[in-house]
T-cell receptor
Framework: GEDVEQSLFLSVREGDSSVINCTYTDSSSTYLYWYKQEPGAGLQLLTYIFSNMDMKQDQRLTVLLNKKDKHLSLRIADTQTGDSAIYFCAESNRNTGFQKLVFGTGTRLLVSP | NAGVTQTPKFQVLKTGQSMTLQCAQDMNHNSMYWYRQDPGMGLRLIYYSASEGTTDKGEVPNGYNVSRLNKREFSLRLESAAPSQTSVYFC??????????????FGPGTRLTVL
């Protein structure tokens, strides 16, 4: 079955770049997503990428996909204290008609001034 | 446009009590989902409804039932609450998966404690 793994914690200084990593196991056609969860709130979709792409950029966010290693990363440029949150990687694939999302355990990003 | 709303925000139950968590969306989405979030375990899918009139089990359906009341509303029922069901419950909705990105929009969550 599908499995998505992330490191638990990342700490950076304000103004630095943050890189959050994720690995996934499914090898069929796959969408990969990044969600952000602020304290006490629901999840907010940041961006997603299809498995035939290598990179996607959206303002301060860059998603890189290494299909060979099944490795996904989210880079946040010029990280701000407001970026402190939990970041979830998730995937949906053709096996389930893209209907179900499988989430990683989340990476807690702490940005210090 | 309120997006996805959930009620209640907080609830404390005693073991064996029942309750229904309510979820509604005003985005005309076809698909709706219920997740639970536990520390260190990410989000796990309980049940989902791909379209009005259909419901399917997710990863952790035991102890729960759902009703897709209409296109807008999707409720989650705990018939006999257990301490293991202490969690944060999230409802989400999406236009539809159907071979494309499943962009899900989440509600603010219900924090449930079972004593």
């Amino acid at each position: 079955g599908e499995d998505v793994e992330q490191s638990l914690f990342l700490s950076v200084r304000e103004g630095d770049s943050s890189v959050i990593n994720c690995t996934y196991t499914d090898s069929s056609s796959t969408y990969l997503y990044w969600y952000k969860q602020e304290p006490g709130a629901g999840l907010q979709l940041l961006t997603y990428i299809f498995s035939n792409m290598d990179m996607k950029q959206d303002q301060r966010l860059t998603v890189l996909l290494n299909k060979k290693d099944k490795h996904l990363s989210l880079r946040i440029a010029d990280t701000q204290t407001g970026d402190s949150a939990i970041y979830f990687c998730a995937e949906s694939n053709r096996n389930t008609g893209f209907q179900k999302l499988v989430f990683g355990t989340g990476t807690r990003l702490l940005v210090s001034p | 446009n309120a997006g996805v709303t959930q009620t209640p925000k907080f609830q404390v139950l005693k073991t064996g009590q029942s309750m229904t968590l309510q979820c509604a969306q005003d985005m005309n989405h076809n698909s709706m989902y219920w997740y639970r979030q536990d520390p260190g375990m990410g989000l796990r899918l309980i049940y989902y409804s791909a379209s009005e009139g259909t419901t399917d089990k997710g990863e952790v359906p035991n102890g729960y039932n759902v009703s897709r009341l209409n296109k807008r509303e999707f409720s989650l029922r705990l018939e006999s609450a257990a301490p293991s069901q202490t969690s944060v419950y999230f409802c989400a909705s999406s236009v539809s998966a159907s071979g494309r990105a499943n962009e899900q929009f989440f509600g603010p969550g219900t924090r449930l404690t079972v004593l």
